[in-house]
């Protein structure tokens, strides 16, 4: 049972255009919801965070949106950079705030094409 | 400030075997976890360490175990190999848990 669900395994963008990535979630309990990126032959390296108290979390190029009443969230990236280029997962967590025991979904690639 | 270490990157053991995987903690974490990825899946939580005790753990078996060093490196020990067992492991730590965790790059392991 998939806890957290990427259902698009790939995505392609433009340089410059916005790239949105999907993530769903089915169990109510988690209140903590995480965003990685992970580069071929690296970890994954933590990108932003949103808690279930908030709707909308803003660093930079990167915007995460939350709607608990769908248990969905998405990553938005704008402007897209070359750079981007990478496999996203969106992670959740039951545990008030803290990272434990993070559940993770399957990934989406994100290619940005020059 | 140095990241995450783990060693072997790569490992490759038969069926029926022990393996043991290490992992350096971030400076100044004091938390370390671990997780399992299989091929073309997400990380799969294995379990948790916080001042060298065991404080949380995932759905894997007991042939799973764990130590935390004052340290608070850590090493994952994985008896009996099973074909299944072969996959990424990641190590990551953080300051009691909170905020985003740091990982490091992971130790492929290779079951034949």
């Known amino acids: 049972d998939q806890q957290v669900k990427q259902n698009s395994p790939s995505l392609s963008v433009q340089e410059g255009r916005i790239s949105i990535l999907n993530c769903d979630y089915t169990?109510?309990?988690?209140?903590?919801f995480l965003w990685y990126k992970k580069y071929p032959a690296e970890g994954p390296t933590f990108l932003i965070s949103i808690s279930s108290i908030k709707d909308k979390n803003e660093d930079g190029r990167f915007t995460v949106f939350l709607n608990k009443s769908a248990k969905h969230l998405s990553l938005h990236i704008v402007p897209s950079q070359p750079g981007d280029s990478a496999v996203y997962f969106c992670a959740a967590s039951a545990e008030g705030g803290s990272n434990y025991k993070l559940t993770f979904g399957k990934g989406t690639l994100l290619t940005v094409n020059p | 400030e140095t990241g995450v270490t783990q060693s072997p990157t790569h490992l490759i053991k038969t069926r029926g075997q022990q393996v043991t995987l290490r992992c350096s903690s971030q400076?100044?974490?004091?938390?370390v976890s671990w997780y399992q990825q299989a091929l073309g899946q997400g990380p799969q939580f294995i379990f948790q360490y916080y001042r060298e005790e065991e404080n949380g753990r995932g759905n894997f078996p007991p042939r799973f175990s764990g130590l935390q060093f004052p340290n608070y490196s850590s090493e994952l020990n994985v008896n009996a190999l099973e074909l299944d067992d072969s996959a990424l492991y990641l190590c990551a730590s953080s300051l009691s848990g909170l905020f985003g965790y740091t990982f490091g790059s992971g130790t492929r392991l290779t079951i034949v």
């Open positions: 169990n109510s309990m988690f209140d903590y």
């Open positions: 400076s100044g974490h004091n938390t």
